[in-house]
């Protein structure tokens, strides 16, 4: 498999299709209809395993002396309320039960991108035993993932914006924000510019980052694959073995911050909703 192909395989989700949207050509699903079964299915599993978690930590609460899994839960419990408390303007219970929910997930979905890049792909074709078997691991490189959750968040910004400010408030956003009575054709415009940018900011934001991350764990695996060969073992397998080293120290940071971009994000755009508009 050469370098284009490599690349092009690791980053084809595998997915199923009706027999209309299959490509004659390539072979693969290209309708909208398409259902990209990697992506949900380990976002199933990721989301799973936290309600596991959680349940199992909730039957075995220790008040005394907490383990380390209580200890490390009610540290990101507290980083999230601290966060929805500076943040969020007023009272809604559902902010931070959410908020920690779009933390831990995104940051789960994140993390499948330190898992090496051919591990899992390569179980799953010997599971299948399809060697040209599709496996995309990271959920968060998949742009209907990325674009559905923010989504799903523009939907609750408009629930809340037409529950708080009502039917009529809500409309009064478009017509008289930001410059006023008298400009409301620019007011319409630039208002809907900026509810726009709200999901694009959320999801394109995390899918770029992500996606571009994924990039470099295949390219930096492309220095073992097809350099490595021979005598050149002895130099491009160590320095693989270091950048790959590097690049996984660096992208949990990287991994770490976008989730919390994402939860912050959601939190200021929620409580802008909950934010009550002057008159003009």
């Known amino acids: 498999m050469g370098t284009v192909e490599y690349i092009q395989h690791h ?27 990697d992506t949900i299915l380990i976002s199933i599993a990721l989301g799973v395993l936290i309600v596991l978690a959680a349940a199992r930590l909730g039957k075995r609460l220790e008040t005394g002396a907490p383990s380390g899994f209580q200890n490390a839960v009610e ?24 908020a920690l929910t779009i933390f831990v997930w995104v940051w789960l979905m994140n993390f499948m991108d330190l898992v090496p890049v051919d591990l899992l792909p390569l179980l799953a074709q010997m599971v299948t035993g399809d060697p040209h078997f599709h496996l ?26 037409i ?18 009575k008298f400009f409301i054709p620019f007011n319409i415009v630039m208002t809907l510019i900026e509810e726009v940018s709200k999901p694009l900011s959320l999801g394109l934001r995390l899918f770029g980052n992500m996606f571009a991350g994924e990039l470099v764990f295949l390219l930096i695996a492309l220095i073992g694959g097809t350099l ?9 397998a160590p320095l693989q073995a270091l950048l790959g080293l590097g690049w996984l120290i660096f992208h949990i940071l990287v991994i770490t911050l976008q989730a919390f971009i994402f939860m912050v994000l959601t939190i200021v755009y929620l409580g802008m909703a909950h934010t009550e508009m002057d008159d003009h």
């Open 163 to 180: 529950k708080v400010k009502g039917l009529w408030g809500f409309t009064k956003m478009f017509l008289f924000h930001p410059f006023g």
């Open 136 to 161: 995309k691991v990271v959920p968060t490189t998949d742009l209907n993932t990325t674009m559905a959750m923010a989504l799903s968040v523009f939907a609750l910004i408009i629930f809340y914006n």
């Open 11 to 37: 980053l084809q989700n595998n997915a199923v299709c009706s027999v209309d949207s299959i490509n004659p050509v390539t072979g693969l699903c290209e309708g909208f209809w398409t259902f990209n079964m």
């Open 75 to 98: 540290g990101v419990l507290d980083f999230v309320g601290g966060q929805v408390r500076d943040t969020f303007p007023g009272k809604n219970p559902l902010i931070a039960p959410l």
């Open 228 to 236: 490595a060969v021979g005598i050149g073992a002895l130099f491009w």
